[in-house]
């Protein structure tokens, strides 16, 4: 599996990272995808301690613990539990990320987190307080890096311009193309990396295709696309590109053409399904005329909301 630089940090990420939110609570067959995942040359694996009220950061550890100096552990905070744990709330302070932090590092039972990251964002939040937050626990050695989880093109730009953010999680599909014309340019410009999320666009993007499909996306469509858009959109891409190619592996491989992308971020529920995606990620690049002819089938999405 190759690996790329995150944006001007010594961190080297895998093309393809283990989105760990999926690999559920039982501690067995979750360190058995993990640990497909390490065979197949996966060294990036993302968490948060959002996931399963932080049950996901103790497997997530426990699994890596034998190999702690040769993977990069990724997990985000801003958002907390409510007493019930039926909800959460958002909080981007300073007192709440150096107090979330403990709690995580405690959970991944590891003395320093490689990548932690500020999960969502708004322009509504005191930025320059989170960024001295982060900054501060990159000084006392928490942490080695950091980045943001956001969509939110505005958001993106305040960080990119007032903080020292290595990366930037993003979602972005070939069904979703909203990055390229507002983050991923720029992002690529002064040097921080892109992690993508949702490259299979909940699955339509697989060899499923449609049948992946909810009763949602079958009554509303997906994004801007309208449900008989979307299967002619699907259709043409599979038609027009090489029959050697699987659905899964023209997805990944759009992504990883940006030049600003350096890891896709793919969750796994079993072992088949990470060996299926590190096939997916080891593809040949999409050449020129195979990028041209999916640009000229799915839209350009741009952001009208999510500001």
């Known amino acids: 599996m190759k690996k790329r630089r995150l944006g001007n940090s010594d961190l080297y990420v895998s093309e393809l990272g283990l989105g760990c939110m999926s690999i559920g609570t039982n501690p067995s067959q979750a360190q058995e995808i993990i640990e497909a995942a390490l065979e197949e040359g996966i060294n990036y694996f993302d968490t948060a301690d959002l996931y399963d009220f932080g049950e996901n950061e103790k497997l997530v550890g426990q699994s890596l613990k034998s190999v702690r100096e040769q993977v990069i552990i990724a997990t985000k905070a801003g958002n ?107 992002l690529n410009q002064k040097g921080i990396s892109a992690v993508t999320r949702g490259p299979l666009a909940k699955g339509l993007l697989s060899d499923k295709m449609l049948d992946k499909a909810t009763e949602s996306v079958k009554e509303k469509g997906y994004l801007d696309y309208s449900y008989a858009e979307l299967a002619e959109a699907l259709t043409s891409i599979r038609k027009k590109n090489s029959d050697e190619r699987s659905m899964t592996e023209i997805a990944f491989q759009y992504n990883l053409a940006d030049p600003a992308v350096a890891s896709v971020m793919a969750g796994a529920s079993t072992s088949e399904q990470v060996r299926a995606n590190a096939r997916a990620a080891r593809a040949n690049p999409l050449n020129k005329d195979e990028l041209a002819i999916i640009q000229s089938i799915a839209k350009l999405n741009k952001y009208e909301q999510h500001r």
């Open 80 to 186: 907390r539990w409510n007493k019930n744990k039926d909800g959460w709330s958002w909080d981007p302070s300073k007192s709440h990320i150096k107090e979330a932090v403990k709690d995580s590092l405690k959970r991944l039972d590891t003395d320093y987190i490689d990548l932690y990251q500020l999960h969502g964002g708004t322009m509504e939040d005191s930025i320059d307080e989170t960024i001295e937050a982060f900054e501060e626990l990159k000084e006392e050695g928490y942490i080695l890096q950091y980045g943001i989880s956001s969509i939110r093109p505005n958001v993106i730009r305040e960080y990119v311009s007032r903080s020292s953010i290595v990366s930037v999680m993003m979602q972005y599909s070939i069904l979703d193309r909203r990055p390229e014309e507002e983050a991923l340019p720029l």
